[in-house]
């Protein structure tokens, strides 16, 4: 898929699947929690909360770190920088929407904040798609084509360090879950050896019963890893 001097941008296409997934199924997650039912509100709450905070960050890296690259490099191209940036944007504008309505619901789980935000994570949803699709038909081959991989390696690497410690096995786990073997491998080879062991010992078991607590009470089936 890739060489050892070139950008491995397959990463992204695994990142995006992250995204892809779990905000398909967080409207449903949402609309299904009974008014009044706080406990599970506050699962979902905090489950969302780390989500589009992850989602931030990821387009943090980009407009930092990527945008003005490719607005040097790629000048015939901006254009379609700038609607990568105005797509962000309104990714934001969606996520801050969120942000004010999270709280509230996580302590009362009243329906018509349940509704408006299970209505809101289906606009994002849908933005987002948009976003990502024309990202790696179009953003990934500039990437290939005008970045180092040291270039491409910072910028993952900043996405990485925000992540917090006590739940990378975690995302670990959500990359994994719908990457294939080659893609599996490859993420844990970028990982030390200790790592990949407290993976296999601790990490596999974490990240089932996280998909349990989140998705199993709604949808009556385990969503776990099929590669863990």
């Known amino acids: 898929m890739t060489t050892d001097n070139a950008p491995a941008i397959w990463e992204m296409v695994v990142v ?3 995204f892809r997934r779990e905000l398909r199924l967080a409207p449903e997650l949402v609309r299904q929690v009974a008014p009044g039912d706080t406990e599970r509100a506050a699962t979902l709450a905090a489950y969302l909360g780390e989500l589009l905070t992850g989602l931030h960050h990821h387009h943090e890296a980009e407009d930092k770190l990527l945008w003005p690259v490719l607005l040097r490099r790629v000048q015939l191209e901006s254009a379609l920088i700038r609607t990568m940036e105005e797509q962000h944007e309104r990714v934001a504008d969606h996520i801050s929407s969120l942000e004010e309505l999270l ?3 996580r302590a009362e789980a009243d329906a018509d904040r349940r509704d408006r935000l299970a209505d ?9 798609l948009v976003h990502l699709d024309q990202e790696e038909e179009r953003i990934l081959p500039l990437v290939a084509a005008h970045l180092t991989k040291a270039e491409w390696d910072t910028l993952s690497e900043y996405a990485r360090a925000q992540l917090p410690k006590d739940r990378l096995l975690i995302n670990l786990g ?3 879950e719908d990457a294939t ?3 599996r491998e490859a993420f844990l080879r970028l990982m030390p050896m200790a790592a990949r062991v407290l993976w296999r010992l601790v990490g596999q078991r974490q990240y089932r019963r996280e998909c349990q607590k989140i998705r199993l009470r709604t949808f009556g089936v385990l969503h776990a890893s099929k590669n863990a």
Do not use: G, K
Request: hydrophobic share 50%; charged share 20%.
């Open 16 to 18: 995006h699947r992250v």
């Open 103 to 105: 709280p509230a619901w």
């Open 120 to 128: 809101t994570l289906t606009l994002l949803h849908d933005e987002l």
């Open 174 to 176: 959500a990359l994994l």
């Open 181 to 183: 073997p080659w893609e």
